[in-house]
């Protein structure tokens, strides 16, 4: 009997293996050239961006330049190589600047502590310090929280 399942155990795999279908080759660049008599496009490299050597280095790993057409580029080198933007017209700026600031988290007072909340993507964080403890942070929400309903009232 075990030699009848030794003789199972080391056929089996073969016999499976065996059974499947050869695969479908794939067509390759050259065999679809081949195919249909055409050549096919010479892969086109990517040029690489360098900063320009009449850049002005406005900050830390930061040049700026204004092309022939009146562009102003701002070229950032990163670990993986330098990058380029844009710079941004007056107009967005303000734009910007107009936007509500987003509040990371409200305090709410309770007695001698006050209880922070924070949205997070796993639902509310909430916290209790007490107001000798708060740290920079904290205090300046909790200033800002206290002003809010003086704004609303005026």
Not at 78 to 93: C, V, W
């Amino acid at each position: 009997m075990k030699r009848f399942v030794l003789a199972i155990a080391v056929t089996l795999p073969l016999i499976c293996s065996a059974e499947q279908t050869a695969p479908k080759k794939k067509t390759t660049a050259a065999s679809a050239k081949a195919a249909t008599g055409k050549k096919a496009a010479p892969p086109v490299a990517a040029k690489q961006l360098t900063i320009p050597a009449d850049a002005v280095q406005i900050g830390e790993n930061t040049y700026s330049k204004t092309d022939e057409q009146g562009k102003k580029w701002i070229y950032y080198q990163t670990p993986f190589g330098i990058t380029r933007a844009e710079e941004p017209t007056a107009a967005q700026k303000q734009a910007a600047a107009m936007l509500p600031a987003i509040p990371d988290y409200s305090a709410a007072e309770q007695g001698d502590s006050i209880r922070f909340t924070k949205a997070t993507p796993f639902g509310p964080l909430t916290w209790t310090r007490g107001k000798s403890e708060l740290t920079a942070d904290e205090r300046a929400t909790w200033e800002r929280q206290k002003q809010a309903p003086a704004k609303r009232d005026q």
